[in-house]
């Protein structure tokens, strides 16, 4: 492992030849993506890559991206940390990974004019795909799950054991039999 600057931008095909291992950081300042759709990035982005050819042949490129960001929860309105922790697999060579029918496995990276992926911006895509679609405190510990709960509102439909349409349910079947 190389405990270095992550690349911005490098050629997978080589990379993968010369079996390159990155362990390092990548500047929070980095991601304005991220940084915008959420309330603030915490901590630096700490990265695993490695580069390898698999046995099929495909140059392939995989890792994990973590950081924690800030976010609003949306029950509550206050701030809460969220742990991102983004696991990813890819490989450039699209053809090869049309004719093995691997496209389900691996996503395809795109080469630029100089046989180069850009990694910074696929390690910060597969962060924002692991943001969480609403930000929410777990019920424990969200100062504001008990009162939307007992208000009737969207909290209603996880408890089963009073619904009352389940009750019903079960006075038709006893009926029947
Ligand atoms: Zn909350």
Redesign the pocket.
Do not use: D
């Given at each position: 492992m190389q405990n270095v600057k992550i690349p911005v931008t490098i050629d997978p095909i080589r990379a993968a030849a010369k079996k390159l291992d990155y362990e390092g950081i990548i500047c929070k300042s980095d991601f304005s993506r991220l940084a915008d759709m959420v309330d603030g990035i915490e901590n630096d982005i700490e990265v695993r890559v490695s580069f390898y050819k698999d046995l099929s042949g495909l140059h392939v490129f995989e890792g994990t991206a973590r950081t924690s960001v800030v976010m609003t929860?949306q029950?509550?309105l206050?701030s809460?940390t969220i742990s991102l922790d983004a696991k990813f697999k890819y490989s450039s060579d699209e053809t090869l990974l049309k004719q093995l029918e691997l496209e389900d496995e691996f996503d395809c990276a795109e080469l630029n004019s100089f046989g180069e992926v850009h990694l910074y911006d696929i390690i910060e895509d597969e962060l924002i795909l692991s943001l969480p679609l609403v930000a929410?405190?777990p019920e424990e510990v969200?100062?504001?799950a008990g009162r939307i709960g007992t208000a009737g509102g969207d909290d209603i439909e996880q408890d089963e054991g009073n619904n009352p349409f389940r009750a019903l349910g079960d006075l038709i079947k006893s009926k029947n039999n």
């Open positions: 929860c029950r509550c206050e809460m929410k405190h969200c100062p504001a």
